[in-house]
């Protein structure tokens, strides 16, 4: 069994910053990669910003030179630091892994999501 925990939303002001984690944890043999996926209401789940253990690490356009992934491949965790904010990036921000299991079977895991609303 694997639970993704994410945490750092809340609300800020346009033009500030938050920071947002997410740990993995229970039966991981190994994670191939860690992703932030965000989705404000009406809209579909999009791609945000994705890493892998090697340091590869890819964002959308929208958040090219604003945010920032990284990952700890000890502690199993990926953060999204989020500067200059906009209310357009208003929504709730999900991580997902492929995490290959104590069992070796590869899944992707989902986070429950934590809200970042960007509001004056």
């Known amino acids: 069994q694997v639970q993704l925990v994410e945490s750092g939303g809340g609300l800020v002001q346009p033009g500030g910053s938050l920071r947002l984690s997410c740990a993995a944890s229970?039966?991981?043999?190994?994670?191939?990669?860690m992703d932030w996926y965000r989705q404000a209401p009406g809209k579909e789940r999009e791609v945000v910003a994705r890493?892998?253990?090697?340091?590869?690490?890819d964002y959308a356009d929208s958040v090219k030179g604003r945010f920032t992934i990284s990952t700890d491949n000890a502690k199993n965790t990926v953060y999204l630091q989020m500067n200059s904010l906009k209310p357009e990036d208003t929504a709730v921000y999900y991580c997902?892994?492929?995490?290959?299991?104590?069992?070796?079977?590869?899944?992707?895991?989902w986070g429950k999501g934590t809200l970042v609303t960007v509001s004056s």
């Open positions: 997902n892994a492929l995490i290959v299991t104590t069992q070796y079977h590869t899944i992707n895991y």
């Open positions: 229970g039966s991981i043999f190994r994670v191939n990669a």
């Open positions: 890493s892998t253990p090697g340091g590869n690490t």
